[in-house]
């Protein structure tokens, strides 16, 4: 395979959970002490934000799309595969199921699109994130004076944003008002 243009394209590379920043700040520092910035050509980690409240205040956080994956534009030629899976976290790269260990399965155009395009609307909407919640679910406060507490949803204004949660205070049913960045789906049902 020669090094032209055509050969680059967009990898996914499976990282440990967590990990993904480091995978990102190590591969860049790689492409500078090896000089292969014509082989690699972007290292990107999907990105979304959210809205949550600490302390009072609507804040904008960040956190990982895809947590345990980051997209690498490359030229997979050579020795750049090795580099890749050697990376302190990498697991490995997205494959077929039936390709080889050390092959690695390009990401089609529209993919690509789809992700990229994603990452650029999350810049500019954050509201995308926004839940929708129902009466009957089981959330988790995550702000104020009754944060880490489980609740019952009983009540949803979504024009307002806010919602009545019954909670249980000193084994009595008692309801809260709160908005929708005071709480966050309780997945531990």
């Given at each position: 395979?020669?090094?032209?243009?055509?050969?680059?394209?967009?990898?996914?590379?499976?990282a440990?959970?967590?990990?993904?920043?480091?995978v990102?700040?190590?591969?860049?520092?790689?492409?500078?002490?090896?000089?292969?910035?014509?082989?690699?050509k972007?290292v990107?980690?999907?990105?979304?934000?959210?809205?949550?409240?600490?302390?009072?205040?609507?804040?904008?956080?960040?956190r990982?799309?895809?947590?345990?994956?980051?997209?690498v534009q490359?030229?997979?030629?050579g020795?750049?595969?090795h580099?890749?899976r050697?990376?302190p976290?990498?697991?490995?790269?997205?494959?077929?199921?039936?390709a080889?260990?050390?092959?690695?399965?390009?990401?089609?155009?529209?993919?690509?699109?789809?992700?990229l395009?994603q990452?650029?609307?999350?810049?500019d909407?954050?509201?995308?994130?926004e839940?929708?919640?129902?009466?009957?679910?089981?959330?988790?406060?995550?702000?104020?004076?009754?944060?880490?507490?489980i609740?019952?949803?009983e009540?949803?204004?979504?024009?307002?944003?806010k919602?009545?949660v019954?909670?249980?205070?000193?084994g009595?049913?008692?309801?809260?008002?709160?908005?929708?960045?005071?709480?966050?789906?309780?997945l531990?049902?």
């Amino acid at each position: 395979m020669s090094n032209n243009q055509q050969d680059i394209q967009w990898y996914v590379v499976k990282a440990i959970g967590g990990k993904e920043k480091k995978v990102r700040d190590y591969l860049e520092a790689e492409i500078r002490t090896l000089k292969l910035q014509d082989y690699i050509k972007q290292v990107l980690i999907p990105i979304e934000k959210y809205f949550a409240v600490r302390n009072g205040k609507k804040v904008i956080k960040e956190r990982v799309s895809y947590p345990g994956y980051v997209l690498v534009q490359c030229a997979f030629v050579g020795e750049i595969p090795h580099i890749l899976r050697n990376i302190p976290n990498v697991l490995g790269f997205l494959t077929d199921e039936k390709a080889a260990a050390m092959t690695a399965t390009p990401l089609r155009e529209a993919e690509v699109n789809r992700l990229l395009g994603q990452v650029d609307s999350m810049e500019d909407d954050v509201t995308l994130n926004e839940i929708s919640f129902e009466v009957g679910e089981t959330i988790k406060v995550t702000d104020g004076p009754f944060a880490s507490f489980i609740g019952t949803i009983e009540t949803v204004d979504n024009t307002r944003k806010k919602l009545t949660v019954a909670v249980k205070i000193f084994g009595r049913k008692t309801p809260l008002d709160l908005s929708f960045a005071q709480v966050e789906k309780d997945l531990g049902e």
